[in-house]
């Protein structure tokens, strides 16, 4: 449980005992800092998740005063892990091409995307980025570096993993048209048709699609909702399958939302080192985290360049622009030759207008808004399906990421509920299509990195009807 949640529930249980009346004013955020040796952000993130739940409330120049509340909804079921994974030949691009189709129309509420709201970003200060990186630009530079990419902006990126504690070379990274490119890639580099790839389960469905495209086979290793993959189940399936990659998410996983802790992150790739299998990294809300730092990746504890990292900047600061990279570890030279014979090159202006920008400052600035808006805009989600959903409804609070992923009431089909909220204008993501065996069926993905509004708040409310009314059908 992460602190400041804690602290909520330190506050909320004080107010149920009854030793906080209605009425009566919470500590200062300083106080509170004080008194329970936390971050001022910290004091404010609890607060906040307490005003979403109705507990609390603000009083303008005054500060938080008791009100009332809404229950909290219980967290996840814990995964079954001692059942024996299978291999499985995947099939679910069909499906997800269906559920992918509808998000796309402006008119309906994008509770199903894949992506943040395009308003959170600093669309025009990039824009004014481009404009004079590329009247500046030296027309070698785009036939310089073509594969690797602009050698600038992977310096830049470079300097953001030392940062973090990670010695990456610049000549390790490898400029993609996005992540799922570098990811993609990476898969090519250590697999051929008919092996086996490990996966989390629930999983991103585009690595489904991409197993399904390379003619490969998946194992589901079930994810616990809080800490990610299950160890115990990794290595059963690692001795069982002799897998030649695993592929998956340690931070914010889509669609659990899922973090894993640093040492679980450390013995996992020891694990996989022992077996010699390479470990794609998808790592592209690592950003997007709410806590005081940025969570380490798998591949700070590499030692034998197994770890394949793969992140972006289409999930943080520009989408469209479709820049992102990989740092292969040992597989750096055989990425980088299998992007010079399929793309060729990402875009130059976009990597030197990203180049530009990092290099200018301001990013981490921009990152610091970001979190805290999606952290807002969590709150008010949760708080809004407390509401409106009927009982038997489950789910997690992230902490980093824009996802929920919620379990239906008993009866619920997800698929189903998927066709009923397109007919009032509402996109879900369903948990067949992270599925490799369309299971999931009584779980959906939400996206909460769309601003809150009336409309929102209107497309909840009639889910929790449609849910509602596909529950009393079931009984």
């Not at 796309?104 to 959170?120: C, D, E, I, N, T």
Request: with cysteine; net charge positive; aromatic share 8%.
């Amino acid at each position: 449980m992460k602190r400041y949640e804690q602290l909520a529930d330190d506050i909320a249980h004080s107010i149920r005992e009854g030793l906080l009346a209605r009425g009566e004013k919470l500590p200062s955020v300083r106080q509170a800092s004080a008194a329970r040796k936390v971050s001022p952000s910290t004091v404010f993130q609890a607060y906040y998740l307490l005003e979403a739940r109705g507990l609390i409330s603000a009083r303008e120049r005054s500060g938080y005063y008791v009100s009332g509340g809404t229950q909290h909804l219980p967290p996840l079921p814990e995964p079954d892990i001692n059942s024996t994974p299978e291999a499985t030949q995947v099939d679910v691009s069909e499906l997800v091409f269906e559920v992918l189709e509808s998000t796309r129309a402006r008119k309906v509420v994008p509770l199903g995307s894949a992506f943040p709201s395009p308003l959170l970003f600093p669309m025009a200060r990039l824009a004014k980025t481009m404009a004079a990186c590329v009247q500046a630009m030296d027309p070698w530079r785009s036939v310089e570096d073509i594969s690797p990419g602009d050698a600038e902006l992977r310096r830049q990126i470079a300097l953001r993993y030392m940062i973090d504690g990670l010695q990456v070379s610049p000549d390790e990274i490898v400029i993609t048209n996005g992540a799922l490119e570098g990811l993609n890639l990476c898969l090519q580099a250590v697999t051929q048709p008919g092996d086996t790839v490990l996966i989390g389960s629930p999983t991103f469905y585009a690595a489904l699609q991409a197993i399904e495209r390379n003619g490969l086979k998946a194992v589901d290793v079930p994810c616990h909702p809080r800490d990610g993959i299950d160890l115990a189940a990794l290595q059963r399936a690692l001795e069982l399958h002799k897998p030649t990659a695993c592929w998956l998410m340690t931070n914010f996983q889509n669609p659990l939302g899922s973090l894993m802790p640093d040492d679980k992150k450390k013995d996992m790739v020891t694990l996989l080192a022992r077996h010699n299998v390479p470990l794609i990294e998808d790592d592209v809300y690592g950003e997007l985290y709410f806590g005081d730092q940025r969570p380490k990746p798998a591949k700070a504890f590499d030692t034998a360049g197994l770890v394949m990292h793969c992140s972006s900047f289409s999930k943080c600061l520009a989408p469209g622009y479709r820049v992102g990279w990989a740092a292969p570890g040992r597989y750096a030279k055989t990425v980088e030759r299998l992007k010079l014979t399929t793309t060729l090159a990402t875009s130059v202006p976009a990597q030197i207008t990203l180049a530009g920008y990092l290099k200018k400052g301001g990013y981490d600035k921009h990152l610091r808004g970001l979190r805290h808006t999606l952290l807002l805009q969590q709150i008010k989600f949760v708080a809004a399906i407390e509401r409106h959903f009927p009982a038997g409804t489950r789910l997690t609070s992230p902490s980093g990421g824009y996802f929920l992923w919620v379990k239906l009431p008993d009866g619920v089909n997800s698929l189903e509920l998927h066709r009923e909220a397109l007919k009032n204008g509402i996109s879900i993501a369903p948990g067949p299509i992270f599925s490799a065996h369309k299971g999931s069926t009584d779980y959906v993905r939400l996206n909460y990195g769309h601003l809150w509004s009336d409309e929102m708040e209107g497309a909840i409310a009639a889910l929790g009807q449609i849910i509602h009314r596909l529950s009393m059908r079931s009984a």
